[in-house]
């Protein structure tokens, strides 16, 4: 995969992943959504959509309503596809490096969390002081801070995660490999798992 194949995966992940939050709130942002777009940016569709199908699965039952911080599943998405394109890591290990850095994510963004409130309170300040609040500089200031945030993530992890991982493979005994493979099998019947436990009723 090229460079700038990564670069405008991370690019278009950043964006789409405003969705999940602070713009719209359209699932723009889900992981089926970001894979539909990264397989066309790196011409494997099919390969991508798998890996969207696996992330969208095993993240739909939580969703970052309130103080609620899941896992980022555009970030695992993301990361999955892209380090697993174009010749990089086989998808039994980059799909679970994927929701692992998915996981990795959600202290970034509770410290996003932390500094978007902050900017709550010194718009407050203004109010109280009979001042304009700024709501749009800090709404455009958040914005522009968490996809700069997920880009660079997600551009940093591309370049040091693809050569890692295909290393890591190339040095992993049958074992291993086998039991990787098989969890990739699996991970749509868990997924499958979670999709049911997401839609059955609770008291």
Known sequence: ???STAVLGAAATALLAL?????GQFLLGRPLVVAAVLGALTGEPAAAAAAGLICELLTLERIPVGSEVPPNGAIACASAILWSAGGGAPPALAVPAGLLAGWAYRPVEIFLRRKRAGLAGICEERVRGGADPGLGPAAGLSCA????????????????MRPGLS????????????????????APLLGAAVLARALWPRR
């Open 1 to 3: 995969m090229e460079a």
């Open 19 to 23: 969705d999940s939050t602070l713009v």
């Open 145 to 160: 801070a968490e996809a700069a945030t997920a880009f660079l993530f997600l551009g940093a992890t591309t370049f040091a």
């Open 167 to 186: 290393w890591l493979w190339s040095v992993l005994a049958p074992a291993p490999r086998l039991g990787l493979e098989a969890g990739l099998a699996a």
